[in-house]
Nanobody, 122 residues
Framework: QVQLVESGGGLVQAGGSLRLSCTLSRPTFSNYAMGWFRQAPGKERGFVTTISMSFGSAYYADSVKGRFTISRDNAKNTLYLQIDSLKPEDTAVYYC???????????????WGQGTQVTVSS
């Protein structure tokens, strides 16, 4: 059973930064494409960013380009999301996901973490 555990969320003022982490329970982390999604209150879960298995090609939602950076450390089985210049509209539960293809489609991911809350105050 593959388990994903997110950490790093919290309460931050607008303009601040956070780094989220997501650790995979298996040493085969490099075999998975990874993604970050988020769900704000009253809204559907939406795509944030994704990164491919080995070469680390990354893709971003237009709303986060230039502020969010996805990265992975295959030696540590860990995925990261650096979030800069936070805005109140970034408030959401952030989920990491693992799958076979780096895609913005949530349904294509096989495994999900439990989520970590990010709250941005104005």
């Amino acid at each position: 059973q593959v388990q994903l555990v997110e950490s790093g969320g919290g309460l931050v003022q607008a303009g601040g930064s956070l780094r989220l982490s997501c650790t995979l329970s298996r040493p085969t982390f490099s075999n998975y494409a990874m993604g970050w999604f988020r769900q704000a209150p009253g809204k559907e879960r939406g795509f944030v960013t994704t990164i491919s298995m080995s070469f680390g090609s990354a893709y971003y939602a237009d709303s986060v380009k230039g502020r969010f950076t996805i990265s992975r450390d295959n030696a540590k089985n860990t995925l990261y999301l650096q979030i800069d210049s936070l805005k109140p509209e970034d408030t959401a539960v952030y989920y990491c996901a693992a799958g076979w293809i780096a895609t913005p489609e949530a349904a294509r991911y096989n495994f999900w973490g439990q989520g970590t809350q990010v709250t941005v105050s104005s």
